[in-house]
């Protein structure tokens, strides 16, 4: 079962929405590694996700929620014969794992990732 790990909130200015959400609910915003523009979002103890905070030059899409999977070729594979598209190739951030970005049926863009074996839970 796919389980939401993640959502990516695009802003045209990611540094000013990254202090909207520091100012508006606390949360503690750095930037990734990799890529430029791309801001990870810590968002509290307890129940509910982190995320990040990127800039629209990679996506136009307000938010991208991720979704966990086993396996990402078989997801592609099986989201494919269900009327989704895959958007970009299959890349892999060491430690995290490997990702890609599919399109549903509606046209929203969802992230998949697949656990490396070094990732923490």
Request: some cysteine; glycine content about 12%.
């Amino acid at each position: 079962m796919g389980r939401i790990i993640h959502v990516e909130i695009v802003a045209e200015d990611h540094n000013r929405a990254a202090e909207f959400y520091r100012k508006a609910f606390g949360w503690e915003v750095t930037p990734a590694p990799v890529p430029d523009g791309y801001l990870l979002a810590e968002t509290g103890a307890g129940e509910g996700i982190d995320g990040a905070i990127m800039s629209n030059r990679y996506q136009s899409q307000p938010t991208i929620a991720w979704i966990e999977v086993d396996e990402l070729e078989t997801t592609l594979a099986a989201a494919a014969g269900a009327g989704g598209d895959q958007v970009g190739e299959i890349q892999e951030l060491p430690g995290i794992g490997r990702l890609c970005y599919l399109r549903d049926t509606e046209g929203v863009l969802i992230g998949l990732r697949q656990r490396s074996s070094a990732s923490p839970k």
